[in-house]
């Protein structure tokens, strides 16, 4: 990514202990499959520091930042399950038909179609 990040940050350690994880389950991630999550992140930190320009006050900037930490990333991960469900569902969507059988939905065929 050419991220500028201190060879001390616990971040990285934490990153690491995540991956290595994943490994031990089976689920081992390249940095490939990486990037595009990496990319997202990215997007989200500028999202959060464009918020934090206009604060000239430390300790008003302080307050913001911990508020964020504490309170907008429970928000962010619960936005990114909703996605989730309807990702999925829009992928997984079966209705049933006059005749009792089930049909794939028309927004799961359309994004199939999409996909192809």
């Given amino acids: 990514m050419g991220w500028d990040i201190s060879d001390a940050s616990p971040h990285r350690r934490a990153l690491a202990a995540s991956l290595m994880d994943l490994n031990r389950l089976g689920m081992e991630y390249s940095t490939e499959e990486l990037l595009p999550y990496a990319e997202l ?3 989200a930190a500028r999202l ?3 918020r934090l320009e206009d604060i000239k006050d430390r300790l008003r900037l302080a307050e913001h930042a911990a508020i964020v930490v504490l ?3 429970p928000v962010l991960a ?3 399950r909703l996605a989730q469900e309807d990702e ?3 992928r997984t969507a079966w209705v049933p038909t006059a ?3 089930v049909a794939q939905s028309t927004s799961h065929a359309r994004h ?3 996909l192809r």
């Fill in 41 to 43: 992140a990215a997007a």
């Fill in 48 to 50: 959060d520091l464009d």
């Fill in 71 to 73: 309170l907008l990333e």
């Fill in 78 to 80: 619960v936005l990114r």
């Fill in 88 to 90: 999925s569902r829009r």
């Fill in 99 to 101: 005749d009792g059988a």
């Fill in 112 to 114: 199939t179609k999409e």
